[in-house]
């Protein structure tokens, strides 16, 4: 049973214009929520988090929303570049201590 | 600060074979973990490490798969005998606590084909 869901298996976005990944999680426990971007033949790279006290993380080009009563999250990239082009996890987790769940990511190509 | 070491990053053995990946976390992390990613799936746990007890191991298939971490520092997994469905990214983690409220680190992995 899948409690991490990215719908989204494949996105392609122009170079300059806003990438969006979305992520949906079943379960109202999970309070932090991560997104890790992996390149071929690499391990995931941690990205981003938030926090579920948070609606809204940013770092440079990349942000997070959470929406809790949706169960959402997304990430935003903007402007993308073609550097971005990757493998996006999405991951939760409860401060219960246990490790994260992933999704099955979302392949981002961004296109001269 | 040196990052998640695993060796080696690529295997390939035949059915029935065994293999065993190593892996060394970054220093300090009491925490660390054990995935195993199918192509075209996302990374799946299958071992839980808080410094050298096992905290979770609940997805691991027992029958075939083991992982020790003596001294709570380095940990090895190993699978005997490999089948088919085993081929995968084997990916060490760690952390510094538990993965609640905390950020996981991630090895290159190692790469596992199975014949």
């Known amino acids: 049973d899948q409690q991490v869901k990215q719908n989204s298996p494949s996105l392609s976005v122009q170079e300059g214009r806003i990438s969006i990944l979305n992520c949906d999680y079943t379960?109202?426990?999970?309070?932090?929520f991560l997104w890790y971007k992996k390149y071929p033949a690499e391990g995931p790279t941690f990205l981003i988090s938030?926090?579920?006290?948070?609606d809204k993380n940013e770092d440079g080009r990349f942000t997070v929303f959470l929406n809790k009563s949706a169960k959402h999250l997304s990430l935003h990239i903007v402007p993308s570049q073609p550097g971005d082009s990757a493998v996006y996890f999405c991951?939760?987790?409860?401060?219960?201590?246990?490790?994260?769940?992933f999704g099955k990511g979302t392949s981002l190509l961004v296109t001269p | 600060e040196a990052g998640v070491a695993q060796s080696p990053r690529y295997k390939i053995i035949e059915k029935r074979q065994s293999v065993a990946f190593w892996c060394n976390p970054i220093?300090?992390?009491?925490?660390l973990y054990w995935y195993q990613q199918i192509l075209g799936q996302g990374p799946k746990l299958l071992i839980q490490?808080?410094?050298?007890?096992?905290?979770?191991d609940s997805q691991l298939p027992k029958d075939r798969f083991s992982a020790e971490r003596l001294k709570g520092v380095d940990s090895t997994l190993k699978i005997q005998p490999a089948k088919l469905e085993d081929s995968a990214v084997y990916l060490c983690?760690?952390?510094?606590?538990?993965?609640?409220?905390?950020?996981?680190?991630f090895g290159e992995g190692s790469w596992l084909t199975v014949v």
């Open positions: 991951a939760v987790n409860s401060n219960s201590g246990y490790a994260l769940n």
């Open positions: 220093s300090g992390h009491a925490t």
């Open positions: 490490f808080q410094n050298n007890g096992v905290v979770d």
């Open positions: 938030i926090s579920s006290i948070k």
């Open positions: 379960n109202s426990m999970f309070d932090y």
């Open positions: 983690a760690s952390s510094s606590q538990g993965a609640g409220g905390n950020t996981i680190y």
